[in-house]
């Protein structure tokens, strides 16, 4: 197996960035420039420009304070709160109304916009004065959190609201009061409500199609491929649930844990991926563990499945777990990607 690690651009020092699907994200300090790089197949990287994919990272828009990229789609806020998303339209995920085949150009969506986050193909945006929830695109699983169908255009789901984060086919949000409330798929227990059916048999346990209290005192919530970990508010502490397949969630016998699980403590931020999690302690040290088929944990090992945390570096600010592959926003402002590279997600020519 072979890992392999780049740098984004070494002429910029970076704010933030986002890794998903197969393409990368990132804001850079000076100008508050997006630039993106990776899977250009449905134009979530470059719009425009009929090109697969996309090595080194190419600047997209100025003025950007967020950026989230989903499974085939991108959406950034600039510094007026303004919402801008790009790419897939087949599910209605840019919220302009509509569904499409083509891909769609940087398309404005909402105003007052503090925060937004992409799943596979659903959206979700936080308004920044009223605290609303928002969310638009595939429903089916009952993702958006108001029943299940398509949904083209910004839905109307909560209110005071201070944090959300989209999974593949669910979302998880969190309430000023700090409550965890999730919704949508639930076939490996990634809601955490204990309510589907255990039978191991098609797996056909029940969506959930409305936002429904999971935990108290939650901070932070990132939701994966599958599974979902938040990080308590009292003691700094990371809980997991869901698919652990991939030893995503933690080493086990069995295929999901729908309840939550202790992993470490001294937690500052978490990243859920498609089969992979990783965390950076109070201590700014970066820890992976799940699914390492192409070295998306960051560490040589013989073994595809890490069960349990392992420690990747230091000076880490945050980190961001894609399906594949994981980037690593560095206290210094550098970044560093790692794992699979087959369509430029790493920022660097070659696979």
């Known amino acids: 197996m072979v890992v392999a690690v780049a740098q984004a651009d070494k002429n910029f020092l970076w704010i933030w960035v986002s890794a998903e699907g197969g393409h990368t994200c990132a804001i850079e300090r000076q100008k508050n420039k997006l630039f993106c790089w990776g899977d250009n197949s449905q134009e979530q990287v470059a719009p425009k420009e009929k090109i697969s994919k996309v090595e080194k990272p190419k600047e997209i828009l100025e003025g950007i304070i967020y950026v989230d990229t989903g499974g085939y789609h991108t959406c950034a806020i600039n510094s007026k709160n303004e919402l801008f998303c790009w790419g897939n339209n ?35 945006a936080l308004k920044k004065k009223n605290k609303t929830l928002w969310c638009w695109g595939r429903g089916l699983d009952g993702q958006i959190g108001v029943g299940q169908g398509i949904f083209p255009k910004p839905t109307l789901v909560m209110a005071d609201l201070v944090y959300v984060s989209s999974g593949w086919a669910h979302t998880c949000a969190i309430k000023e009061d700090r409550t965890l409330w999730c919704w949508g798929k639930n076939i490996y227990g990634q809601i955490g409500n204990l309510q589907f059916d255990t039978l191991s048999e098609g797996r056909k346990r029940e969506n959930v199609l409305s936002p429904t209290k999971v935990l108290s005192g939650v901070k932070m919530v990132s939701c994966g491929g599958y599974h979902t970990c938040v990080i308590k508010e009292e003691d700094n502490s990371l809980w997991c649930w869901g698919d652990t397949r991939f030893g995503q969630v933690k080493k086990s016998s069995a295929e999901y844990l729908p309840s939550p699980n202790l992993i470490m403590k001294d937690i500052a931020y978490v990243s859920a991926g498609g089969r992979h999690t990783c965390a950076v302690d109070l201590n700014n040290s970066l820890f992976c563990w799940g699914d390492n088929s192409f070295g998306q944990i960051g560490k040589f090992f013989d073994e595809k499945i890490i069960g349990e945390p392992v420690k990747v570096m230091d000076g880490v600010k945050i980190v961001s777990s894609g399906w594949d592959h994981t980037c690593a926003l560095k206290i210094d402002g550098n970044i560093i990607c790692w794992g699979r590279n087959d369509k430029g997600q790493l920022g660097i020519f070659g696979n």
Do not use: F, Y
């Open 90 to 124: 087949w599910m209605g995920q840019i919220g302009n109304g509509t569904t499409s085949v083509s891909p769609l150009s940087p398309t404005k969506v909402m105003d007052d916009v503090s925060l937004v986050s992409l799943g596979g193909a659903h959206t979700c």
